[in-house]
């Protein structure tokens, strides 16, 4: 699987941005995504995730405030966020798994979010 994200960039407190991942070269059947996010010095968390039967789950810390979503025809995962905080600000990655794997294996080169 490649993805390729993209949609990051500055925004001042209580704006929107939408991030976009689009994926390729994948074969599994049942492909499960997430956005992840870190800041130096601290390690990746997980910000929401979306599986193959479209069931979302999020981090406490955007319940909301952020959406994700997927467009099928695109092959393009979505990270709707409203409301940003500074404390929001990270580099954000989009990452896939075979849904019957447990951990992520495929990663994209991530795309930058300051919120000021």
């Known amino acids: 699987v490649q993805l390729v994200e993209s949609g990051g960039g500055s925004v001042q407190h209580g704006g929107s941005l939408r991030l976009s991942c689009s994926a390729s070269m994948f074969t599994y059947s049942r492909l499960c995504m997430a956005w992840f996010r870190q800041t130096p010095g601290k390690e990746r968390e997980v910000v929401a995730s979306?599986?193959?039967?479209?069931?979302?789950e999020y981090a406490d810390s955007v319940k909301g405030r952020f959406t994700i979503s997927k467009d099928p025809t695109k092959s393009t995962l979505y990270l709707q966020m409203n409301s940003l905080k500074p404390e929001d600000t990270a580099m954000y990655y989009c990452?896939?798994?075979?849904?019957?794997?447990?951990?992520?294996?495929?990663w994209g080169q991530g795309t930058q979010v300051t919120v000021s």
């Open positions: 979306l599986d193959s039967a479209g069931t979302t």
């Open positions: 990452a896939a798994r075979a849904c019957y794997r447990r951990d992520f294996d495929a």
